[in-house]
């Protein structure tokens, strides 16, 4: 059992820091259990995961892990016993976290992070999971608030900064995204997830070239992802290089014909750009025949342009 093998550790003895910085032999020792995690050799990793909570006792990440691989291989109520059982004999703020992490009664929940966070107000950990509580209650403010707390206190915190430009996105306010999203994409830069993210806020406040540089990086890595080829499309065509844009939305109906969503800014750049009516007509109609969701508006797009009475 997990409380058997902590038996006698400190808590806080283990990391050089308090958002889990390990080692690098301990950091390639974690990355082996979880690649045999992905190669379903839970019980391998499982082996690896206790044998650095022993050296890492206090290594919220370790426990996630550990945590999630029991869970994985079937023993949800066996590893929430343990966490339970750690929790009452510890008392430490680290035990308390990973209990509640487990624990699906939500006052409950919230009463054991609170009590952690009282235990030791200096662990990021303990904010992180208070604001993803605020999370499960749309309180994205809050969220943010107590995500931002949480990175500070790491210095750096990678997590916590991404799940504060997340709700930021979730409240619409593109130019706070940013500002996380810059700091987390400095240690985590081939995160292609977040650099789309960053890509279509800079879009949306209107910061067009800055993110057409970054669609561009995230088709580096990813030269197959429709949307961010689409994305880099607009910013194009949001600087006048209409040709460039159209080059980058065929490219997309070439490699997906039944996709919808390329004719739609095809027949824009058509329409508002190029002032050639019967192309954009014809890039609607197709946007249409392959059952695009604007069908309504592009419609009325159509009936325009040729003439037609609704």
Not at 10 to 28: C, H, I, K, M, Y
Not at 170 to 184: K, M, N, P, Q, T
């Amino acid at each position: 059992m997990l409380l058997a093998f902590l038996a006698g550790c400190n808590l806080f003895g283990g990391a050089s820091s308090r958002v889990d910085t390990l080692a690098p032999e301990a950091q390639d020792r974690f990355d082996l259990a979880r690649r045999l995690v992905a190669e379903r050799k839970e019980s391998e990793a499982v082996e690896i995961l206790r044998s650095l909570l022993i050296e890492y006792p206090d290594s919220v990440r370790l426990h996630r892990e550990y945590q999630d691989v029991r869970i994985r291989m079937g023993e949800e109520d066996a590893v929430r016993a343990e966490y339970q059982a750690l929790s009452r004999s510890r008392e430490d703020a680290v035990s308390m976290l990973m209990a509640a992490r487990l624990e699906e009664d939500a006052p409950r929940r919230r009463s054991q992070i609170e009590a952690a966070i009282e235990r030791d107000r200096s662990l990021p950990w303990g904010y992180f999971a208070r604001a993803f509580e605020f999370v499960r209650e749309s309180k994205f403010g809050e969220a943010r608030d107590e995500f931002h707390r949480a990175a500070r206190l790491g210095n750096p915190f990678p997590e916590a900064q991404l799940a504060a430009a997340e709700s930021s996105l979730r409240l619409g306010d593109y130019a706070a995204a940013i500002d996380d999203l810059e700091v987390y994409l400095e240690s985590r830069p081939n995160d292609v997830a977040a650099r789309f993210d960053m890509a279509a806020s800079l879009a949306s406040v209107g910061r067009v070239a800055e993110s057409q540089v970054e669609f561009a990086r995230v088709l580096e890595a990813e030269p197959r992802d429709k949307d961010a080829r689409i994305g880099l499309g607009n910013a194009l065509l949001r600087q006048g290089k209409v040709d460039e844009a159209l080059a980058e939305y065929e490219e997309v109906a070439r490699e997906d014909p039944t996709n919808p969503d390329p004719y739609y800014n095809i027949g824009i750049a058509y329409e508002g750009y190029k002032g050639d009516s019967a192309s954009a007509v014809g890039a609607y109609q197709k946007f249409l025949d392959l059952g695009g969701k604007e069908s309504l508006r592009v419609s009325r797009w159509i009936q325009r342009l040729t003439g037609q009475k609704p």
